[in-house]
Nanobody
Framework: DVQLQASGGGLVQAGGSLRLSCAYS????????IGWFRQAPGKEREGVSC?????????YYAESVKGRFTISSDNAKKMVYLQMNSLKPEDTAVYYC??????????????????????WGQGTQVTVSS
């Protein structure tokens, strides 16, 4: 079974940094793509970044995090990371590691849609204080 385990959340002051980690397992083939969503209190879930994927170099970011967040991966360790810099109070949310598996079509135009993702990990809380 595919499993996604997010970690690394916490409390940080505005302007600070955090690195979220997603440990993944269970993919039989390499045609998967792993990204990040978040859900702030009282708001809908939002696509943050997509995707770490074998053979696909393009990455995508929500406008609100461009230039501050970076997605990366260590395939040998089966880990995907989200480096978050210059954090703002509005980044406060539960962050989810998500996966498309298998990747059967290009996702660049729709990566931000929840329905694109087949697997969701449990969330990790990020709280940014002002």
């Amino acid at each position: 079974d595919v499993q996604l385990q997010a970690s690394g959340g916490g409390l940080v002051q505005a302007g600070g940094s955090l690195r979220l980690s997603c440990a993944y397992s269970g993919f039989t083939f390499d045609d998967y793509a792993i990204g990040w969503f978040r859900q702030a209190p009282g708001k809908e879930r939002e696509g943050v970044s997509c995707c770490s994927s074998v053979g696909h170099d393009n990455t995508y970011y929500a406008e609100s995090v461009k230039g501050r967040f970076t997605i990366s991966s260590d395939n040998a360790k089966k880990m995907v990371y989200l480096q978050m810099n210059s954090l703002k109070p509005e980044d406060t949310a539960v962050y989810y590691c998500v996966a498309i598996y298998p990747v059967v079509a290009p996702y660049g135009d729709s990566w931000w849609q929840e329905s694109m993702y087949d697997y969701w990990g449990q969330g990790t809380q990020v709280t940014v204080s002002s």
